[in-house]
């Protein structure tokens, strides 16, 4: 027989206890795993298995293996539904913020990986208006970058997102990214050369149809007509005409000589270039918010958003020379201005 001295014996116990330890610390398969994930967040194997491109029988055998593992059942299995035992509700809030942690850097790796696609989202009316109209500039001066472009007013996020770059209009700038201001946004008159050959004087608005830009209403104290009507000492009646909820409309139906509307001009740049709309008034009114260029703290000189900043700004200082000769105001300021604006 063979005898282990007591300090052999006392290392030998904690060396078992360790390799317990480690067994029982063991992680079940990540498939396990992300199939119980998506379980519990749908409760439904069905739409789950959908979710993850699987039948519902190969996601019910993944989530009775970890089970197994486990020694318990983590769901109940009803007729038509399924609900989270004990030992589910301890394990679903784990698994859901392990998985978007795990996709957020798969997803910011991913980025570190310049492959020649940029995707910028921003408003749809910017993305209309301002972004689509230049992209043949850009390729132009960037073959090697593909654009991606992704319309929406919902606020992107860019651990979850595959977006690149975000144009924002907004009152202040967003926290804990990188943030340029590129456009203070200021409003006028804009109409139809035809309109504009019967208007001499802001008075000669009383008897137009005034189109409403209502996308600009979040802003405080917001640059609309009757902001217009005040610092211009011009008697429009403001509480009539038809109203849009996105400033690409309002401008369009300006274009078709619905009547006069208070355009946005970073959003009007290209009609007024091409005579589609006319601004034939010199005051203008300057909004608190402003459009800015964001994206994600130390991104912001990767090469493909570099190159995407440099032509941005470059673009925006073409189409300044529509403020020379302007008489801006800030809404809210003291400030009068005379009706000779023709």
């Known amino acids: 027989m063979i005898q282990i001295a007591p300090d052999k014996r006392v290392f030998a116990l904690v060396q078992l206890s360790c390799i317990k330890l480690n067994m029982s610390d063991r992680l079940p398969p990540l498939t396990a795993l992300r199939a119980f994930e998506a379980a519990a967040r749908h409760m439904s194997f069905a739409k789950a298995a959908a979710e993850l491109f699987v039948t519902p029988a190969a996601l019910s055998y993944q989530i009775k293996a970890l089970e197994t593992e486990l020694g318990q059942p983590l769901f109940h299995r009803l007729n038509r539904a399924v609900s989270l035992t004990e ?12 998985f978007t942690m795990l996709m ?12 020649g696609v940029l995707t910028v989202t921003a408003g749809p009316a910017f993305t209309s208006k301002w972004l689509a109209p230049r992209l043949y500039d850009f390729a132009q001066q960037n073959p090697d970058i593909e654009l991606r472009f992704a319309a929406g007013l919902r606020i992107a996020d860019f651990d979850r997102d595959e977006v690149d770059v975000a144009i924002r209009f907004s009152v202040d700038a967003p926290l804990d990214l990188f943030s340029e201001p590129l456009i203070d946004e200021w409003l006028t008159p804009m109409m139809t050369p035809q309109l504009a050959e019967t208007i001499e004087e802001p008075s000669d608005l009383i ?4 189109i409403h830009d ?4 979040f802003v405080p104290r917001p640059c609309d007509w009757a902001a217009w009507a005040h610092v211009s000492s011009t008697p429009l009646d403001t509480t009539h005409g038809p109203r849009f909820s996105q400033a690409d409309h309002a401008l369009d139906a300006a274009m078709s000589g619905a009547g006069v509307v208070l355009g946005r001009v970073s959003l009007a740049t290209r009609a007024l270039e091409a005579g589609r709309l006319v601004a034939p008034f010199s005051l203008g009114l300057i909004t608190k918010a402003k459009f800015r260029f964001v994206c994600q703290n130390g991104n912001e000189n990767r090469p493909n958003i570099l190159a995407f900043r440099h032509w941005v700004f470059k673009e925006i200082a073409a189409s300044r020379a529509f403020e020379a000769g302007r008489n801006l105001v800030k809404v809210g300021a003291d400030a009068s201005a005379s009706t000779q604006m023709r």
């Open 87 to 98: 030992a589910g509700r301890a394990l679903a809030p784990g698994t859901a913020e392990a």
């Open 104 to 115: 957020a850097s798969w997803r910011k790796a991913r980025k570190l990986n310049d492959n």
């Open 207 to 210: 008897n137009q149809t005034l």
């Open 214 to 217: 209502d996308s600009i209403a």
